[in-house]
């Protein structure tokens, strides 16, 4: 199968039945088109290439691990570990040097299914789309009013789902609440939604402006550019800063984007006056 995400092709090979999530069924292109990336699937779990291997990156907090990084002969290795458990391997993934083939390795479910991308290999699959392209993968909510489309990004608890609710209730086309890659296009910059827990067509909307976003007694919107409308946009990208050349590339495309589009900070009451204070007060 072909799922087209951000306008990245990947096609999914296996010798046995695949299941995918369903936030990725309306992802599924029908047409032949060419790939970008390839993952081949893998049943049983090969446990054994990553003993010894230098560990790169993990992802982890207090509670759990999520995922481990490690440096393979070719390419990269990654361990994902079983949600709310942490300790269990849910799936082994290898990754070329190129970034465009994976080999993910996992047990069949019940019914004899393999599922190579399984939460959180799938994000972890999309953010790698990025590391080589003209393209970020952020933690935002977007929406497209009929005109421009803006996006909403900021810590978590300051507002981006209630914000996305609001322009919601005054009309507008909510792209994605939580995930979104950003990509540099030859006509303009483009933000997308990508495969979440739920069911969601794909959707593309020309970015115009992103909004750094805090709760506050009052609506306030202020244009910030330059480094420091650059740093504080990168704070909320998804990075694996273990490697220089993603650092780079992230610099790279987010220095185009806020060099192309309005950059503003945002405070704001939850209601609908956001609205049409924004509508006034952006350029």
């Known amino acids: 199968m072909i799922l087209s995400i951000a306008d990245f092709h990947i096609r999914i090979t296996s010798e046995y039945p695949v299941m995918l999530e369903e936030g990725y069924d309306l992802f599924v292109n029908e047409k ?44 990269l290795g990654f361990a994902i570990y079983e949600p709310q458990k942490g300790q269990d391997i849910q799936q082994i993934a290898l990754l070329d040097v190129s970034f465009t083939h994976w080999k993910i390795y996992s047990e069949p479910n019940e019914e004899s299914e393999l599922m190579p991308l399984k939460y959180p290999m799938g994000p972890i699959m999309m953010y790698y789309l990025t590391v080589n392209s003209d393209a970020v993968m952020i933690h935002a909510s977007g929406i497209f009013d009929g005109a421009k489309g803006r996006i909403f990004t900021g810590f978590s608890g300051r507002g981006k789902s209630t914000m996305s609710r609001i322009w919601a209730e005054n009309g507008s086309r909510v792209v994605n609440d939580d995930r979104l890659i950003i990509r540099k296009c030859a006509d303009g910059i483009y933000f997308y939604n990508t495969p979440m827990f739920y069911r969601d067509i794909p959707k593309k909307e020309r970015l115009n402006s992103i909004h750094l976003i805090r709760h506050a007694p009052e609506n306030i919107v202020e244009k910030v550019a330059g480094a420091k409308a650059l740093s504080k946009v990168l704070a909320f990208c998804i990075q694996n800063n273990y490697d220089k050349r993603f650092v780079q590339n992230n610099l790279r495309v987010m220095s185009v984007i806020c060099s192309s589009v309005s950059v503003y900070e945002t405070g704001f009451v939850p209601d609908c006056s956001i609205v049409q204070y924004i509508l006034d007060h952006e350029d």
């Open 32 to 75: 032949e088109v060419q790939p970008d990336v390839e993952i081949t699937c893998y049943k049983g779990i090969p446990y054994e290439v990553i003993d010894g291997k230098e560990l790169l990156f993990e992802a982890k907090n207090q509670q759990q691990r999520f995922y481990s990084i490690y440096k393979m002969e070719s390419g």
